[in-house]
């Protein structure tokens, strides 16, 4: 059966419509570039051609799938961080815009606490996809050196496989190990800590939909009881991994900022800790400065 690119278009939309699918007509869209290879200029300037037999078959593959819950970027095996691409597969959580304004927050507080050719050492734990310590290695100081740690085997290699894809795979030591077992071990310390961790209290993770709860990892979402489990692990052992002047951003749950940011002011470290909020209002990600002389 032939059809324009309109006539697709019009016709994916109304699929993912009547499946219920959020954002429809964009998911659409996307498919329809994604499937052959356009941007949104050449999709809108080619509605009146002929869409192949076999690349319609392939459109129609990926909306099924969209439609019985898988995510798009685990579809497609992408997803856009920062402005930068990134691989996903299910092995990793998909990184969210929320995240993007963690690794905002690190380099403008990184350039106001140290010159900008200073030699940083900076670790992301539980770094997924590696969608946070990639960015800040391609946007971050010259002179940044970087550890990785994460407990899953097959994430580190997606978040290794990103690193080369964007040329900062020498600058990245992926560690396998459980939160700040890989600096303890080594007696490493660090001037940037970050992290975003699993945040979910466990009794929150069969309300989520479908797309998180079904295919993302459990072990990225899965916070324990109070969702605060991995924070409440790595504030005992922030002594033990920071420089005098260091800098610590972690990302958090819905109602979760204040007792972190109680729990970094008790350790004594830190002279400033502020929440950030995020598009949504959110007190999503919290900031701890220290600069002990």
Known sequence: MKMTIREALKKASRFLEEKGIE???FLAEYTIRYVTGWDRTRLFSSMSDTLSEDKWKSIESILQRRSAGEPIQYIVGEQEFYGIGFKVNSSVLIPRPE???????????AHRLWPNEAALSVADIGTGSGAIVVTLAVEGGVNWTFTATDIAMDSLAVAEENAAR???REKISFVAGDLLQPLLLKEERVHILVSNPPYIPSSDIAGLDLQVKEHEPNRALDGGEDGLDFYRR???????VLENR???????????????????KETGLFERIYIVKDLAGIARHVIAVRDKK
């Open 234 to 240: 790595m504030v005992g052992d922030l002594p033990r």
């Open 246 to 264: 260091a800098l610590v951003g972690w990302e958090v749950g819905i109602h979760q900022a204040e007792t972190v940011q109680h729990w970094l």
């Open 99 to 109: 995240t993007e304004q963690l690794v905002e927050e690190i380099i403008k507080q």
């Open 23 to 25: 954002d429809a007509l």
């Open 166 to 168: 964007h040329g900062v």
